[in-house]
């Protein structure tokens, strides 16, 4: 299994107030991923990063903001947490080689609630 | 946009074959995943497709047709661990869309 765990696992917050989730790695994997789940959507993506301090808007990026100062850490701001944001939210890594496969491994998610 | 189509559910019987099928827009086109995805887990990779034709691991097999914008998963000798949703994901260039994914249910 690849080295990816999320922090927190699961969170209650209350609408408006800062939340910071964690991603870390230690497969030195050069891109990661934020996603959000919902029921009938499927996996949606926020943010990536293809390097330290290099990121981009995927989808759903409204609301969101990431960043990356190290290779192991990915992190995403909700900075005023809204009802709607309340999901799961898996983070991903993955390294491109000369096969571009490049499929992705996933972190075991974090539960968000917004009250 | 970019609409991944699949079926919402299936359900098949223990030993039996099941294929879920994924429909997706072609312009873009740079791969194709399949995904699985048991109850509250993460997702974890199962095959890849790029060029037309049937890639086959074990009990799983996939297929694609470019042209069409066609995939299909074929699971064979169904196992009750099978059950499972299964998502058919798209890289359109850089950025990958994922299906709604197929909650399959196998019975005994």
């Known amino acids: 299994d690849a080295g990816i765990t999320q922090s927190p696992r699961h969170k209650v917050t209350e609408t408006g107030t800062p939340v910071t989730l964690r991603c870390h790695q230690t497969e030195n994997h050069r891109y990661m991923y934020w996603y959000r789940q919902d029921p009938g959507h499927g996996l949606r993506l926020i943010h990536y990063?293809?390097?330290?301090?290099?990121?981009d808007k995927g989808e759903v990026s409204d609301g969101y903001s990431v960043s990356r100062s190290k290779t192991e850490d990915f992190l995403l701001t909700l900075e005023s947490a809204t009802s709607s944001q309340t999901s799961v939210y898996f983070c991903a890594i993955s390294e491109p080689d000369q096969r571009a496969t490049i499929e992705q491994f996933f972190g075991p998610g974090t539960r968000l609630t917004v009250l | 946009g970019q609409n991944i189509d699949q079926p919402t559910e299936m359900t098949a019987t223990e030993g039996a074959i099941v294929q879920i099928n994924c429909t997706y827009q072609?312009?873009?086109?740079?791969?194709l995943f399949w995904y699985q995805q048991h109850a509250g887990e993460a997702p974890t990779f199962l095959s890849y497709?790029?060029?037309?034709g049937l890639e086959e691991k074990g009990r799983f097999s996939s297929f694609l047709s470019r042209s069409k914008g066609y995939s299909y998963l074929l699971l064979k000798e169904l196992q009750m661990k099978d059950s499972a949703s299964y998502l058919c994901a798209v890289r359109y260039n850089n950025d990958m869309r994922f299906g709604a994914g197929t909650r399959l249910t196998v019975k005994p």
């Open positions: 990063s293809y390097g330290v301090k290099d990121t």
């Open positions: 497709n790029v060029l037309d």
């Open positions: 072609t312009s873009g086109f740079n791969g």
